[in-house]
């Protein structure tokens, strides 16, 4: 659907087909204040998907507050390159940092019905709308509010899987990029002066909640791949054994495994 199909179909609560099809339907006066009001909303720039308050993603549902990063079809890729890794695990233990809306990890919880996971954010608001979706999909999921690591114990519980999706735009040019980022959490785009901090932090501290063999599966933005497997490379702790570009081109995902020495 496209943008208008969207808005018009969610306010007025109807398919894509019956508007092409119930011609003789007339607009309430209600009805039509709210498209106004979205339209309105949407000319300013306010991206679509926090005036609907929800998106699709994975097939399904997610409702969305500006609290959250809305979620971008390039991080299916991501959760597919999991759901791909955690298969031939029974029982995978995954953890998902910086969680937002949860799409990640109400996606894996719905598609690997023997998981256990565990999902993190900075954002006490964020973890709000994350237990939400898992409640309206009827998943369990462990949320917790922490800066990546920070709040989770070095236990003996350690994960098969660590996913993210993290900050990875430079400071300066998020407000170069598209004005409707302007709309979204900066916390959940703003990396720091290189935009690698997050990597950073995430590689130097992963291998203590991963299993040996464990993986390390992030999402990468545009020109990054190198830098971050230099990141990799550096720790001397993971192999790199998998990208996985996106349906652009370009390499978006990194699978690294945890190496089973050391
Ligand atoms: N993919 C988002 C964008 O390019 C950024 C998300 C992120 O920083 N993880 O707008």
């Known amino acids: 659907m496209n943008e208008a199909e969207l ?31 979205a339209l309105k909303r949407r000319i300013a720039g306010e991206p679509l998907e926090y005036i609907l308050a929800s998106t699709e993603f994975m097939g399904l549902e997610f409702k969305l507050s500006p609290d959250v990063l809305i979620p971008r079809p390039e991080t299916e890729i991501l959760v597919e390159t999991v759901i791909r890794q955690a298969r031939a695990a029974d029982n995978a233990k995954i953890l998902d940092l910086g969680t937002g809306s949860g799409c990640i990890a109400v996606s894996l919880a719905k598609f690997i019905s023997d998981s256990k996971i565990t999902a993190t954010d900075i954002s006490v608001k964020a973890l709000e709308i994350a237990a ?34 993290p900050p990875y735009i430079v400071t300066e040019e998020i407000w170069q990029l598209q004005p409707e980022l302007q709309y979204e959490p900066l916390v959940a785009l703003d990396a720091g002066p290189d935009g690698l901090e997050f990597y950073r932090r995430i590689i130097d501290k992963a291998p203590d909640h991963l299993e040996k063999g464990g993986f390390l599966v992030m999402e990468m933005g545009f020109g990054q791949r190198k830098a971050v497997e230099n990141i990799f490379k550096k720790s001397k702790k993971f192999e790199i054994i998998e990208i996985v570009a996106d349906y652009n081109g370009i390499d978006r995902v990194i699978v690294a495994r945890r190496q089973t020495g050391g």
């Open 7 to 37: 808005l018009f179909s969610s306010v007025l609560n109807c398919n894509r087909m019956s508007l092409y099809l119930d011609r003789q339907r007339l607009l309430t006066n209600d009805e039509s204040e709210a498209i106004a009001l």
């Open 132 to 165: 939400a979706n898992a409640g309206f999909h009827n998943v369990k999921i462990n949320f917790l509010c922490s800066d990546l690591f920070t709040s989770l114990s070095l236990s003996q519980y350690k994960y098969d899987i660590i996913v993210s999706n």
